[in-house]
């Protein structure tokens, strides 16, 4: 056994913090060019696994399941929310607003996903939510009363009935289970079609509006909006620690943006020199 495998995380400097990622992350480092990909974190390390099965505690279940459903038609993604997920942004600020500031870098073989409309899913999501209530509002307004109310049940109600809670509790919620899972599951008193199939065509509708997209890194980060990475290992460099190997004064945190973002960029540059 090579004795750089008894190396602890915490004694590699930076130097040999850039030697794996120049080989564990080289895709990135030629899709992404000059551009940082930036990550907020609370708790870090250099190298860091992803959850084979990550449950999003910040969004409603449905919503979550709803857009992994349409990532995982449009761009053959599966689970892009809960599978060894991982989010960034070209735009520090908004990287700022869940933690200390890092670098990011994806390990090969990676996958993502990205709006230009979206900065961050959290900030859309009521806004989709509205919108597809709207749509199911005036599609099924014609319909008998009882059905309706099924349907407006499973998309937004507290209250479902015993089948529309069986549906979510045991299908949706899970999300461990494939996408014919519930394309299969049939309710009879809808006509013999699954609420997802009922579903499906506004939400495409809706999600298409915003243009998602599973290519064009370096515009994605240029835009500086959020982008979901499908990756099973991340490595973060920390800004404090490109300061001190470049002996380089803090960043100074004020309302002067575009200082900020040439500082950012500044290190980032620095960085790449040791990346190549």
Known sequence: MKFKQFITETELDLVSKCEIIKSKCSQFLNEAGNLPAYRGQKHSSFENNTYAYRTVKDLRTDSTNLYNF????????????????????????????????????????????????????????????????????????????NTNKKILKFVFGNEADKIMTIFKDELLKKANLSINDVKNYTEKTLNNKTIYEIVKPIMMEIFDDYDFKNTDLKEALNSGVELIFTTKKYFLISIYEVDIYFKLDSIIINNDYKSQIQAYEERYKKLLGLLK
């Open 70 to 145: 349409y990532v995982e038609e449009k761009f053959n993604i599966e689970k892009v929310r809960n599978k060894h997920t991982a989010f960034a942004n070209g735009y520090f600020k908004e990287a700022n607003a869940y933690g200390e500031i890092f670098f990011f870098f994806p390990e090969n073989d990676y996958h993502y996903v990205w709006s230009p409309l979206i900065r961050d899913f959290l900030t859309i999501e009521d806004t989709i939510w509205n919108r597809i209530y709207k749509e199911l509002i005036i599609k099924f307004d014609k319909l008998d009363d």
